[in-house]
């Protein structure tokens, strides 16, 4: 959740010259499954598209002005950009041009601020989209 917290933060300041966007994938920790002592929520493991729209409907809740979408249950957003299940990207003009680390441990919000403060000096024109996988 502090990561989240911390998201939150980068997307309210950054809202001017990006769009952010979370993809809520497979869960990591599900109740039912790998559970994680500090789970904030209790969600166990989709087995339906409808599960996972819901499970994505909490994050939506947590975080206003940040659209949230989920993953198909084949995991094609999870496997076509190597989330494993956290993982920070920069899409502009339909192209990849930041990566971040996967995540947990590749998993850092001060990189990619740098890379926004960095964009933001360099003066280019919004329509940065952020993409959370």
Request: hydrophobic content about 35%; charged content about 25%.
């Amino acid at each position: 959740m502090a990561r989240l917290k911390s998201f939150q933060r980068l997307a309210a300041q950054y809202a001017d010259i990006a769009d952010f966007l979370l993809v809520y994938i497979e869960e990591a920790h599900p109740s039912d499954g790998w559970i994680s002592t500090d789970a904030p929520y209790d969600i166990p493991k989709h087995r339906s598209l409808q599960d996972r729209l819901k499970a994505a409907s909490l994050m939506d809740r947590e975080n206003p002005g940040c659209l949230v979408v989920a993953d198909t249950m084949d995991n094609s957003s999870n496997a076509s950009y190597g989330a494993y299940f956290e993982r920070l990207y920069v899409v502009q003009n339909q192209k990849v041009v930041y990566q971040g680390g996967r995540g947990p441990e590749g998993y850092k919000i001060s990189e990619l601020r740098m890379w926004l403060e960095q964009y933001t000096n360099q003066s280019h024109s919004p329509g940065t989209v952020l993409v959370e996988v």
